[in-house]
């Protein structure tokens, strides 16, 4: 928990809203991966509530900064972050627990899946590093794909209407 309430604080410059932020995402990433993971062991991978859990999410945060005076850009900067952890860590909780379904499906022992897992988890993280930054710097450059930056502004402007004290569907 330290080091990610290190990058909130550069954040947020606030060492309050840098400790209450990583709290937030302490607590809603343990409970929404929660619900994320049960939702798709019951039904499917197709039904991760991924957005609303986010949307959730950004919520929460946005409240507890303006609460205790993180507003402006920093406390969008550090509402944003502790959503975006969050959003990962419900899509991997999915993710895992639509495997491990699957593994003991297919007669796995849960043990095997869980080290199956943790190595498939450290090695795609070091794999897929580098096309990831490569695909971000060429959406960057294109002005092709509207749609994804459309839906990343309108996530910033909730925040920032909610930090700035201002409606920003008005």
């Not at 859990?53 to 900067?77: K, N």
């Not at 495997?99 to 199956?116: C, R, Y």
């Not at 943790?118 to 090695?123: E, F, H, P």
């Not at 794909?145 to 209407?161: I, L, M, P, Q, V």
Request: glycine content about 10%.
């Amino acid at each position: 928990m330290v080091p990610i309430t290190f990058v909130y604080y550069l954040f947020s410059n606030s060492l309050i809203g840098a400790l209450l932020a990583a709290v937030i995402m302490m607590i809603t990433g343990f409970l929404f991966s929660g619900v994320g993971g049960w939702l798709v062991g019951l039904v499917g991978g197709s039904n991760q509530p991924i957005p609303g859990l986010a949307l959730s999410t950004l919520i929460v945060a946005a409240l507890v900064m303006v609460g205790i005076g993180v507003v402006g850009l920093s406390g969008v900067a550090a509402v944003l972050a502790v959503a975006a952890v969050v959003c990962c860590a419900t899509a991997m909780a999915g993710d895992m627990i639509q495997d491990l379904k699957v593994g003991h499906l297919i007669g796995g022992t849960p043990w095997k899946m869980e080290v199956a897992e943790v190595i498939s988890t450290v090695i795609v993280s070091f794999v897929l590093v580098f096309p990831i930054i490569n695909f971000s710097r060429r959406q960057h450059r294109s002005q092709r794909n509207r749609n994804w930056r459309h839906r990343a502004s309108c996530a910033a402007s909730r925040t920032d209407g909610a930090t700035r004290h201002r409606n920003c569907w008005r």
